[in-house]
């Protein structure tokens, strides 16, 4: 079997497009990220996402603080962005410097204003069924699944990496749509014989060629979410993708695949919660 691609950057553009009359209809949307520090792989993100709402009409804002900001600083900004009418969204670039606990500096963002889906209240709220701003990535996962027509209901979700970020919160997503779940994690047994057995098998742990094709069920759906630099500055998914697309009956490239999703979740979760402070 080889594969059909599933084309993030395509699905993402369509969504961006449709976003931008969203945008329009709401008048103003306001994006800020606070980015601490000066590590590289964050400054290309943070340009990326300040590229992607400006072309979608969003007034976006880049507070780029110094390595040296202490944890006070951090959460002073962040409460002043949570008071600021025009702000609706507020994002935190991770990682932040070692001095700062991440944990606070995330929860101290209003649920409201929280685009990355990461406060307490929204992931309760996720888990409970009732979901309010939602993590970018498992939810650009789910949509691109949607598109393709992709039947969860009944089906053997295998998700590999148990992350607060994209494992633990895709899983519930999944378990929403009527899958039976498997997460494996860093002491999983035999990791093989899971992901054998998963119809849709969503790769998340940051190790290039985690997963081979021996290791992927006949037909399943293969999403890599795995964003790995190599030495030779190429960037590759967790899954090899050669021999994977061999067995699958669809897959997700890299870069071309939930990376460009990410960041449409993104713009769509900033809209969102311009929509709802609008509403009242
Ligand atoms: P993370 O926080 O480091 O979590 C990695 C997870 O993988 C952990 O749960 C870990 O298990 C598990 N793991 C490690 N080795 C494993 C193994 N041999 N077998 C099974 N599970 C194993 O990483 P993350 O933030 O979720 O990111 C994962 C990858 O996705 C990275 O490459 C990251 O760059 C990429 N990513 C991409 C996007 C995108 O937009 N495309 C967005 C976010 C992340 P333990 O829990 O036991 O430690």
Redesign the pocket.
């Known amino acids: 079997m080889k594969a059909r691609i599933i084309d993030g950057k395509r699905i993402a553009a369509e969504m961006r497009e449709a976003l931008k009359e969203r945008v329009k209809s709401l008048g103003h949307v306001g994006l800020a990220v606070i980015i601490v520090g000066e590590n590289p792989a964050s400054k290309v993100y943070v340009r990326n996402k300040e590229k992607a709402c400006i072309e979608a009409g969003i007034h976006s804002e880049v507070i780029a603080l110094p390595e040296t900001t202490e944890q006070d600083e951090l959460l002073e900004r962040i409460r002043a962005l949570n008071l600021d009418s025009k702000i609706h969204g507020i994002l935190v670039q991770l990682p932040l410097p070692a001095h700062i606990d991440s944990r606070k500096a995330l929860d101290s963002i209003s649920a409201e204003k929280d685009v990355d889906g990461f406060h307490p209240f929204n992931v309760g709220s996720l888990l409970l069924g009732n979901p309010g701003l939602q993590p970018c990535?498992p939810h650009g996962v789910m949509k691109m699944l949607e598109r393709e027509k992709v039947e969860i209901r009944g089906k053997h979700a295998v998700i590999?990496?148990?992350?607060n970020?994209?494992?633990k919160p895709m899983a519930i997503m999944l378990l929403h749509q009527g899958a039976t779940i498997t997460i494996?994690?860093?002491?999983?047994k035999d990791?093989a014989r899971h992901t054998r057995d998963a119809d849709i098998l969503v790769v998340?742990?940051?190790?290039p060629n985690?997963v081979t094709g021996d290791m992927i069920k006949e037909g399943a759906v293969v999403i890599d979410?795995?964003?790995?630099r190599l030495e030779s500055g190429k960037l590759a998914g967790?899954v090899d993708f050669e021999s994977a697309s061999g067995r699958a009956s669809m897959i997700t490239p890299v870069p071309g695949g939930?990376?460009p999703m990410?960041i449409a979740m993104l713009l769509e979760n900033a809209v969102e919660a311009a929509a709802r402070s609008k509403r009242g």
């Open positions: 990535t590999v990496g148990a992350s970020i994209v494992g494996c994690n860093s002491k999983t990791l998340a742990v940051g190790r985690l979410v795995g964003m790995n967790d939930v990376g990410t």
